[in-house]
């Protein structure tokens, strides 16, 4: 894992395939940074912390969740900072947090398609002894946009329609034409298929955003252009 710089003021660290770590955004301005999802452990964040202080960055006074899926919040029960994320995310996490994490609980949620088969494969990479999971809901909610004022930064997150997950927010840095996606364009796993009346209201969403990259949650950062060929696959011509 490592820390990649995307601009003068944004850096984010990249994925792992094998416990589904995902990227982790770093947004610093003159005041204060912020991190852009909690990772799926306190081990993840702890190597993220390790990454930013290898580079003598200061650490983020605040952490913005994209979505409740767990390799983007389990990570939330080690963070010193302040945490927001979307009401529903925190509906959701709450939910999980009232779950028992074992192995025979585990595998019962899985019998009855509440988990998914690839999320418990890579729950079981992440962690050795999975009773360590601590499931929390961040501190502070927020509903469709919040504005994070970094110091000649701003970080605007914004609640946008997705079929990946309802809940999903953006964080948008409209000073470097960044803007932070998690896992927004994908399908839902928990239902696998896509709901098409939700990518197209994604895909004029996205459109209105003045954005040069995207970085995903799971891969290199990609152009707007490249993202809005991908969801425009999805919608039928004349449709947008
Ligand atoms: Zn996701």
């Known amino acids: 894992m490592q820390l990649v710089k995307l601009t003068p003021h944004i850096y984010y660290s990249e994925p792992e395939r094998e416990t589904d770590r995902p990227v982790l955004g770093y947004i610093a ?18 190597a993220y ?21 767990w390799d983007h919040t389990f990570g939330i029960h080690a963070l010193e900072q302040e945490c927001v994320a979307q009401v529903n ?16 609980a585990m595998k019962e949620r899985l019998r009855q398609g509440i988990e998914i088969p690839y999320a418990d494969t890579c729950i079981r990479a992440e962690y050795e002894d999975v009773t360590d999971i601590r499931v929390v809901p961040a501190r502070t909610e927020m509903q ?66 003045d954005f040069g990259l995207a970085v995903p949650g799971h891969s290199e950062p990609v152009s707007k252009e490249w993202l809005m060929g991908f969801l425009g696959q999805f919608i039928k011509d004349g449709q947008v």
């Not at 940074?33 to 993840?44: L, P, Q």
């Not at 970094?150 to 609640?159: A, W």
Request: glycine share 6%.
């Open 29 to 46: 301005g003159e005041k204060r940074a912020v991190m852009v999802d909690a990772g799926n452990s306190g081990a993840h964040y702890e």
């Open 49 to 69: 912390r390790e990454l930013l202080r290898a580079r003598r960055l200061p650490m983020p006074e605040v952490c913005v969740i994209t979505h409740w899926h």
């Open 89 to 104: 995310t925190n509906r959701k996490l709450r939910e999980m947090a009232s779950w028992e994490w074992s192995d025979a």
């Open 144 to 209: 469709e946009r919040l504005d994070l004022d970094c110091g000649g930064i701003t970080c605007r997150c914004m609640h946008l329609p997705s079929a990946h997950s309802e809940d999903s927010v953006v964080v948008y840095v409209q000073e470097e034409k960044i803007l932070f996606i998690g896992d927004i364009y994908g399908d839902d796993w928990y239902q696998g298929k896509r709901d098409l009346d939700k990518t197209r209201a994604l895909y004029q969403a996205l459109n209105e955003i």
